[in-house]
């Protein structure tokens, strides 16, 4: 077990990296110049990394096996903004919502923020605890 | 350019097969900060019960857009990819993904419509292996902005 509470860091180096990773090579979350000519403030980080990011915490919460997280979704309320030279921080925290003990299973709700905006919204987790069957 | 509605509740042909790799999962759980060793030992997978290394909890979104793009890159949809804004994201395992998987993808169109001047398109995709069972269901939503 472990505290539900994680600041995560992403800069341009960090994009490039989960681009290849998860094969989302939008020029918006890389070339500034692509990111402002659409109408956004600078680059800005993939929705889905700032989702994966968040959900480690939920990981470390169910001991680090990957397979106790049987579904997991969110909501994109808000843009993690990257300037060039910067590393930027998102603060995740994260509550337990409900415990299903029938079913062995617990909702964990994410919260998301960069820069004091709502980033993910409705983030939540649905988790097999350890010592607990299908 | 609108939304085409009519491609509401169709389906593309399977996508795939995907090979899922070790080198894959370990370079998508580097990228999002996973630090669980179930993502790049096969020792430690193991002694969970895994067959080979586990993917990270969205790793699915790599084999989903692949198939999605069937739908975006289709002319007659009418989605303009430089408008797109992702609204939903959500993943249910039905069984953990793990390296040596050989995946593939079918697209569903779930919604396509416009409201209030935007477009809005939920897909799902269901990853099945090669034996046809169910892995992962993918679903997302994307806003396609309107003009002005």
Not at chain 1, 88 to 117: F, I, N, R
Not at chain 2, 69 to 84: K, T, W, Y
Request: hydrophobic fraction near 40%; charged fraction near 20%.
């Amino acid at each position: 077990m472990s505290d539900l509470t994680r600041t995560v860091t992403v800069d341009r180096e960090r994009l490039v990296a989960y681009a290849a990773a998860s094969g989302d090579q939008n020029p918006i979350h890389q070339d500034a110049d692509v990111a402002r000519r659409v109408g956004l403030p600078d680059v800005i980080a993939h929705g889905m990394w700032t989702m994966g990011a968040a959900l480690e915490v939920v990981t470390d919460y169910v001991g680090g096996d990957p397979a106790r997280i049987l579904s997991c979704q969110t909501r994109f309320t808000g843009m993690v903004v990257v300037p060039e030279g910067e590393t930027v921080e998102v603060l995740v925290t994260g509550v337990v919502k409900k415990v299903d003990e029938a079913a062995g299973t617990q909702t964990v709700e994410l919260s998301a923020t960069c820069a004091g905006e709502k980033v993910l919204g409705r983030c939540q987790a649905v988790v097999r605890l350890p010592g607990t069957q299908a | 350019m609108p939304v085409n509605p009519d491609y509401a509740g169709r389906a593309y042909p399977p996508a795939g097969p995907f090979e899922v790799t070790r080198e894959q999962l370990a370079a998508f759980a580097d990228a999002v900060g996973a630090g669980s060793p179930a993502h790049r030992d096969p020792e430690a997978a193991r002694a969970m019960g895994h067959a080979d290394v586990v993917a990270p909890p969205t790793f699915a979104v790599r084999l989903a857009q692949e198939c999605e793009a069937q739908l975006v890159e289709d002319p007659g949809a009418g989605i303009d990819f430089s408008r797109v804004v992702h609204g939903q994201e959500g993943f249910v395992h039905h069984r953990p993904i793990t390296a040596g998987d050989r995946l593939t993808g079918t697209l569903h169109v779930d919604t396509m419509r416009e409201a209030g001047g935007h477009g809005m398109v939920s897909t799902r995709v269901e990853l099945v292996d090669a034996e046809g069972a169910a892995v992962t269901t993918v679903t997302s939503t994307i806003v396609v902005r309107g003009e002005g």
